[in-house]
Each structure stands twice: as structure tokens, then as C-alpha cells.
């Protein structure tokens, strides 16, 4: 076993590959050399089963959750068996006035200093590989894109990294009428590598609400996005970064998400899922800084 490595490698032949690949495309490409089982655990949202890109929900979204809160992915089942202890990936939380032009300057910083970026979809592939991510792994996300109107700047930032062929996590807003273009390109960039998790439905301060508001909020976002993408999310983004500490939030998330994503603190991850990571905001002015800024934040 090698430095990183779980503590306790992961059952892998306790269920299919196909299970697993519901939830993580990038897993395809292994599948050929998995052994095969049949466990028939069923996946909580008959959203997935519909035709991509045919069920836009409408403007007042009358898509209700189908699962009940007790029903668990079998993915998130595997992983809480498996006793997992990674430390955090290098994580950078970004927002719109950002802008293009840091936008090109962290990229050339990540390609200068050789980091490899990752999204939460692909950590969790490491992690049902039975892996914690390599140290020179970065994970950037981008806040506050909504699914009923998007703002230019969010389409010229995600072209930058796109066209250098880097990865990177977006968050959108599911709120309002949803918009059949913007639900185009979003998965247009899912197919780039891009992945696409859930910033809930209103970007509500979530401790704040009751506990019904909250399921609402993870768990309606999660089926919007699941109806109009080809796979359903994996990753909750915190409005605010608020919640991280709100237990609530995590009953809420188990079975619809692996992570969830807040602000600071969060350097290691583990436990049953969901998983809770931290990120930091970059610098103002250098993105080389930014740079320096993650290395002592995260890592050993
Ligand atoms: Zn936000």
C-alpha cells in the first residue's frame, strides 16, 4: 500500500461496476477490468432515467424528491465502509468578479507549477479506486451560475480553463424558470470535463432554515439537476460556505451527495458521507500568490 492510500482498500467487488459509474463517469474506461457482482441496491431518483436533455423542469419546478432519507447510494455505501482519511486537495473557491483575466493567469500558474486539476467526480474515483488524490492535485470552483439566467463572465472564465485543457467544478442556482440554453451548455462543459454540482435551489443561508427547507434545498436541486444533465450531482456546494457545521445539512445531503463543499477548515476528509472538504478564496491581485496561498493552506 502506498503513502495516501486508504487505510482499508475498498470493496470494489461488492458491487458493479455499472452502480458505480452512475454516479462517476470517469469510471467508465475501467470498467473492463472490474470484477462483476450483482448487487441491485436501487438509485434514489427516477430523474436519471429520462432521456437527456427532454425533462426541463418548469418555471415553478414540479419535480418532488423520490427517495426517502434513509435510501443511501450504494457508492456512498462503499465509501462508508471503507474507513477513509485523505487529506484535502488544494481547493479554491472562486466567484464571477474573479473575471477572465485572473481567470488565464491561474491557469498558466497551475500549468507553470505543474498541478494536476481535478473535480470532486474525479476524487471520487480515487477514492473508489481505494486512493487519496496526489499531493499536486488542485480542485477550482466557480459560485453562482443559475440555470435561468447566466451572466457572460461566467461562459469567458469557463472558456479559459477549457481551452487549456484544464478541469474545473461549477455551482449553479436552480432556482426560477429553467432555461433549455443554459441546460445546453452545461452540459456541453460537463462533456469537457467540467463538472457540474449543486449550489441548492436559492442560495439560502442553510442553518438558518428548518429542516424541511433544508431537504428541500439539497435534495430539489439534486433532482433538477439529475433531469437535465445526463447523471446526477455528487457534490453540494455550501451557499456562503454556511452549514459545514450544521449536522442537518449532512443528514440532508446522505444518499443524494459524496461531498460537501464549505469555507476553510475542512483540511482532511472522512468518515461516513457525505464528506465535508473546505476551500479558500484566491488573492486579489497575484495569482501566483493565490498559488502559495493553497500550498500552506492545504497539504503537509
Ligand atoms: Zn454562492
Known sequence: MTKGSLALRVPFYL??????????????????NTPTVSNTATIPSTATDLPPGTATPSATS?????????VTLPVSEILDGAKINCPTPMSLMLHTAYGPE????????????????????DLLTYLLEGECPPENTIIVSLDDLGTNWLRPDFRHMIQVFVE??????????????QNTVIWDYLREIDAEGIEIASHTVNHFQLSALNDTAIE???????????ANMEKCPE?????????GDDPRVFSAGEGYYIFVIGIQGGLEFGGETPFF????????????????????TFGP
Do not use: W
Not at 106 to 118: K, Y
Not at 165 to 177: I, R, Y
Not at 280 to 296: E, K
Open 15 to 32: 458491487v458493479t461496476i455499472t452502480l458505480a459509474c452512475l454516479v462517476s463517469t470517469s469510471c467508465r474506461a475501467r470498467s473492463t
Open 62 to 70: 414540479t419535480i418532488t424528491p423520490t427517495a426517502t432519507p434513509d
Open 102 to 121: 485572473r481567470m488565464e493567469e491561474l491557469a498558466q500558474e497551475i500549468i507553470d507549477n505543474r498541478l494536476q486539476t481535478l473535480t470532486y467526480t
Open 164 to 177: 487549456h485543457d484544464l478541469k474545473m467544478v461549477v455551482a449553479v442556482v436552480t432556482q426560477g424558470p
Open 216 to 226: 428541500d434545498q439539497l435534495h430539489l436541486s439534486h433532482d433538477i439537476i439529475c
Open 235 to 243: 457534490t453540494i456546494i455550501l451557499p456562503f460556505g454556511d452549514g
Open 277 to 296: 472538504l473546505g476551500r479558500i478564496p484566491p488573492h486579489n491581485d497575484d495569482q501566483a500568490l493565490t498559488i502559495v496561498l493553497l500550498q500552506n
